[in-house]
């Protein structure tokens, strides 16, 4: 009899869905929770499907999860994200991606690298990762999804990197002067655009756009007349940082 060829260890099912399923578990508010019960949720019979055992699996490995005696329970790591007190959340995030050894190999080696599609990774993790030729093009197309549903593939590059203390207070002063300046500055009853002429004056060194909001306070865009290219991409980039921190908006 011929013996089944077994698989490395691999996420199955993709980040979104681990999420769905810690979310399912907490549903019962419950410190443990029978497998039986949360696959009743899923409209399963039984817990063994693969289905069910796949998001058993992906959610432990990525350590949201820890189970025994056929019970299921969630780690801290999954209330930091389902009860988030900071706006570090991301952090955790990246923190869950590299648990499970394959990625952590796979991030490590196409870190800022364009990455291979899926064709191609799917055959890397069989000759490389031992993942059978049965589980290859399903591991390696979760793998590429969860990078993107984690917002980490940028022009086809891999872009992993924690936020650094230094990013948190920077956005943090960033607020607290748009704050500063809601009260000081007169608001106008349309948006301005104000351009000056470098070199007059401070004030004229710099674009200002103005836009006020319905709750009757402006929302202020100052920015350097002679910001290079690389400038303005940063200042998008910090834009859309706070947009998905401050205001969970995915620009």
Same mark, same amino acid.
């Given at each position: 009899? &011929?013996?089944? +060829?077994? /698989?490395?260890?691999?996420?199955? %099912?993709?980040?979104?869905?681990?999420?769905? @399923?810690?979310?399912?578990?907490?549903?019962?508010?419950?410190?443990?929770?029978?497998?039986?019960?949360?696959?009743?949720?899923?409209?399963?019979?039984?817990?063994?499907?693969?289905? @069910?055992?796949?998001?058993?699996?992906?959610?432990?490995? @990525?350590?949201?999860?820890?189970?025994? $005696?056929?019970?299921?329970?969630?780690?801290?790591?999954?209330?930091?994200?389902?009860?988030? &007190?900071?706006? $570090?959340?991301?952090? %955790?995030?990246?923190?869950?991606? !590299?648990?499970?050894?394959?990625? +952590?190999?796979?991030?490590s080696i196409y870190n800022d690298k364009a990455l291979p599609n899926v064709s191609i990774l799917s055959n890397?993790?069989?000759?490389?990762?031992?993942?059978?030729? /049965?589980?290859?093009?399903?591991?390696?197309?979760?793998?590429?999804?969860?990078?993107?549903?984690?917002?980490?593939?940028?022009?086809? %590059?891999?872009?992993?990197?924690? #936020?650094?203390?230094?990013?948190?207070? &920077?956005?943090?002063?960033?607020?607290?002067?748009? +704050?500063?300046?809601?009260?000081?500055?007169?608001?106008?009853?349309?948006?301005?655009?104000? !351009?000056?002429?470098?070199? #007059?004056?401070?004030?004229?060194?710099?674009?200002?756009?103005?836009?006020?909001?319905?709750?009757?306070?402006?929302?202020?865009? !100052?920015?350097? %007349?002679? /910001?290079? +290219?690389?400038?303005?991409?940063?200042?998008?980039?910090?834009?859309?940082?706070?947009?998905?921190?401050? @205001?969970?908006?995915?620009?």
């Amino acid at each position: 009899m &011929t013996e089944r +060829e077994k /698989s490395v260890l691999y996420p199955g %099912v993709t980040w979104k869905e681990c999420i769905d @399923f810690i979310e399912t578990v907490d549903s019962f508010k419950l410190k443990t929770v029978s497998y039986l019960e949360v696959a009743r949720k899923y409209g399963l019979k039984s817990p063994s499907t693969k289905s @069910f055992t796949s998001r058993i699996s992906a959610s432990k490995q @990525f350590g949201l999860t820890t189970t025994g $005696n056929s019970t299921i329970q969630l780690t801290e790591l999954a209330r930091k994200i389902l009860y988030p &007190t900071d706006n $570090n959340i991301k952090n %955790v995030e990246l923190e869950c991606l !590299v648990n499970p050894p394959l990625y +952590e190999q796979l991030i490590s080696i196409y870190n800022d690298k364009a990455l291979p599609n899926v064709s191609i990774l799917s055959n890397i993790l069989m000759n490389n990762y031992k993942i059978t030729r /049965s589980a290859k093009d399903a591991a390696a197309k979760v793998f590429l999804e969860t990078c993107e549903q984690l917002d980490l593939i940028r022009g086809g %590059v891999l872009c992993y990197k924690l #936020e650094d203390a230094e990013s948190q207070e &920077t956005i943090e002063t960033l607020n607290v002067e748009e +704050e500063k300046t809601n009260v000081i500055n007169e608001i106008p009853s349309i948006p301005s655009t104000y !351009v000056g002429t470098p070199g #007059e004056d401070n004030i004229h060194d710099y674009i200002t756009q103005t836009y006020p909001v319905e709750s009757g306070k402006a929302a202020k865009i !100052v920015i350097p %007349v002679d /910001s290079t +290219e690389d400038d303005l991409w940063a200042i998008r980039d910090m834009l859309d940082i706070i947009m998905k921190r401050k @205001f969970k908006i995915n620009l």
